[in-house]
């Protein structure tokens, strides 16, 4: 009789062991592989999993094993993707089974309709879409049309690679300087081989639409995998596929896509690598820049890092020689930098006066300074854009005769007051942390007075004010909300890539990365909201998103005597973020800051890591973390080079009526933290089921490497 197989299986559950099962290879057709996608019985239920081991043993009784269901019409996930993922794992202190299987498309998560995925590839493939004469020409810079900066950026990065050698490059640039025509023109040569496939991730989906036409134009011949959260669950299930079985050239994506099995992979492409939108905030808390330096230094293959604004992390490795540092300091069609204006908001010149011409009829929400520059570029014919980082009409509705203040009774915020659109009928207060929404009360609801007032404004709010004030202009408001009315994201940003608008209004979704050709001017408002924060990456992300939303002026290639404006209301003009940004100094500011963080001993001079904890009650929390605390002293683990921090509350204590703390575990050293974070899940996880503790209820999560504390 022939031994038994026994296959090993994780699954989608925060348990650190994978379950086994006997393989019956004439029921399902074939021997198994590791890496095949199957579906088996899970209590009373059934998943699916992925195989991590096939053996002719198990430590169980084989006759008490249950069978796999199913095979899933795939291929075994390839070797490299389960390297990558194992590691993932490891690292970011999260059970392989939820590593794996969360970054597979919904689609081929239903065994049931698996049959039926087949016909659906079969039909996919005849119907595949030709490029439209658009998609083919809109952005084509061939090589030829670069100029002298690229050039030599591009010959930079053809000659610092090597084949089969794992190279880190960080392509720095102005913005404006031509860095996506570099990198797509260094693409070329490594699509010349048929097999190969190339990994583009870009930090949101808003931007994922323009980069996928200058893609387009630049290899129409070429297959491509769009994959973000963005498309429906049929197109991602499908691209998931072409790109995993090889099929697809060409894949670009959000952070999602990080985590995608490639067979042929030879190069990846992180633009704007500096965005916090890279590291995942729920699940497995991952950094997808830093899980794509890992894949290609595991393959032997190139990176480039792609920004205006580098990360201090990646900086720091460019400038001790880790990575390369290749710059082009011009930019684009002769473009000059944006002139940068930093309107003193403690200046009364600035500030309307009572016989000021022009004055508005209501208070103003913007400085007289900025009203000036924008009239006159309205008269210029020339687009602006004003950056306010606050959705919503206001961010408090308050009582002028108590000390009423609209507070969510689920979370420790306020509620945002929104006005009726298209999302809503009505006016509304709505929570931006748990999604409560309530109506706006006629009269506080503790005192009885009817005249309520709105404190600080969003982006309803200056858009009101703006239409009020030009009102022969026209003005588009650009956040979240709006661009989930009918129109969505991208429809509404081609109507200011077709000048169908004079004024833009919008969060720092209008700062990154679009290639604007007819903004003249560019205004910030409340810039020193992000300024003082305890989150010591607040300037670095701050100066980020100005050099950005700086860059989206003054692009066209009429504007090279110019070059635009950008003003800047701040209180604080002798901050170091500003007066860096005076003088376009981003080295200067990475240096700055670079010193600050060695002389607190903060990252990236140190390693950090989270234990988040939640309860019902705040006490439980912290003392939960506080007796975690007192094990990791009694066990000689906290020593030096390590430091463990007291639990506090986090920023945001409640959150849809769940208390919230956390635990700051800190070392010199990325292994000794590495050491430790995996004995504090060995602890946990002995007195908890899953990751909700047994005795308390109280759940937890580890976090590495977190982005905010």
């Known amino acids: 009789m022939a031994p038994p197989i026994v296959v090993q299986v994780v699954v989608d559950k925060p348990l650190a062991q994978g379950f086994d099962y006997l393989w019956d290879a004439q029921k399902l057709g074939r021997s198994p592989e590791i890496g095949h996608m199957v579906e088996v019985p899970f209590g009373r239920s059934s998943l699916v999993g992925i195989v991590i081991k096939v053996s002719a043993h198990s430590e169980f009784d084989i006759n008490k094993l249950k069978s796999i269901s199913r095979l899933a019409p795939l291929p075994p996930l390839d070797p490299a993707a389960l390297r990558l993922v194992s590691f993932a794992s490891q690292y970011y202190i999260h059970a392989l089974g939820e590593t794996i299987i969360p970054a597979i498309p919904q689609m081929w998560k239903k065994p049931e309709a698996w049959d039926k995925i087949l016909k659906k590839l079969i039909v996919a493939e005849e119907k595949r879409k030709k490029r439209t004469q658009e998609e083919q020409s809109e952005g084509f810079i061939s090589e030829a049309s670069l100029n002298d900066g690229q050039k030599q950026a591009l010959e930079k990065i053809r000659t610092c690679i090597k084949k089969n050698e794992f190279k880190t490059i960080l392509l720095q640039g102005q913005t404006g300087s031509g860095k996506t025509a570099v990198f797509l023109n260094w693409l070329t040569k490594v699509l010349e081989d048929e097999s190969a496939q190339v990994l583009l991730l870009v930090p949101e989906i808003n931007l994922t639409p323009q980069l996928e036409r200058r893609v387009r134009a630049y290899f129409p011949e070429k297959r491509m995998a769009v994959l973000h959260s963005g498309v429906s669950e049929k197109e991602r299930g499908i691209a998931w596929y072409e790109a995993m079985t090889g099929r697809t050239q060409i894949i670009l994506g959000t952070r999602l896509a990080a985590l995608t099995p490639l067979p042929n992979l030879r190069a990846i492409v992180v633009d704007e690598e500096h965005d916090p939108s890279y590291k995942q905030q729920d699940g497995i808390r991952y950094s997808a820049r830093d899980l794509a330096i890992w894949r290609a230094h595991d393959l032997k293959i190139p990176i480039v890092l792609s920004s205006a604004t580098p990360s201090l992390e990646t900086w720091i490795a460019a400038k001790a020689g880790r990575y390369e540092n290749i710059r082009i300091d011009q930019r684009a069609h002769g473009a000059k930098l944006p002139n940068v204006h930093l309107i003193n908001m403690r200046d009364p010149q600035n500030q309307y006066s009572p016989g000021d011409i022009g004055r508005p009829k209501v208070k103003s929400l913007i400085s007289k300074t900025l009203a000036n520059a924008i009239s006159k570029n309205l008269e210029d014919k020339k687009q602006s854009l004003v950056l306010i980082n606050r959705r919503g009409y206001a961010p408090v509705l308050s009582c002028g005769a108590c000390a009423w203040l609209s507070k969510c009774q689920q979370c420790s915020s306020c509620m945002v007051l929104h006005k009726a659109g298209v999302l809503t009928k009505k006016s509304v207060l709505s929570c931006h942390h748990c999604g409560l929404s309530k109506t706006i009360p006629s009269h506080c609801p503790d005192c009885g007075n009817a005249d309520l007032k709105t404190l600080g404004q969003g982006t309803q709010k200056i858009e009101d004010f703006i239409e009020e004030m030009w009102s022969k202009a026209k003005v588009l408001r650009i956040d979240t909300d709006s661009s989930r009315s009918s ?115 903060l990252p990236p001079f140190s390693y950090q890591a989270l234990v988040h904890a939640e309860a019902k009650s705040l006490d439980k929390a912290i003392q939960f973390l506080g007796a975690l605390k007192e094990h990791l002293r009694l066990q000689g683990q906290i020593c030096n080079g390590l430091r463990v921090y007291d639990p506090v509350p986090k920023t945001v204590m409640r959150v849809a009526g769940t208390e919230r703390a956390q635990l700051v575990i800190e070392s010199d050293d990325r292994k000794q933290l590495q050491a430790v974070l995996e004995a504090v899940d060995r602890e946990l996880r002995e007195n908890s089921q899953g990751r909700i503790s047994k005795t308390s209820r109280i759940r937890w999560l580890i976090e590495r490497d977190p982005i905010a504390l």
């Open 487 to 601: 129109k969505g994201a991208e429809e509404l940003f081609q109507e200011i890539h077709q000048g169908k608008v004079d004024i833009v209004v919008g969060t720092q979704m209008i700062a990154k990365g679009h290639d604007y050709q007819n903004i003249g001017m560019v205004g910030v408002l409340d810039a020193d909201g992000r300024l003082f924060s305890q989150d010591f990456r607040a300037a670095e992300r701050l100066f980020a998103q100005l050099v950005q939303v700086a860059g989206r002026a003054g692009r066209s290639k009429g504007d090279g005597e110019g070059g635009g404006d950008i003003y800047i209301e701040t209180q604080y003009p002798e901050s170091a973020v500003f007066q860096y940004l005076l003088r376009h100094d981003v080295d200067g500011f990475l240096s700055h800051t670079a010193n600050e963080r060695q002389e607190a001993g």
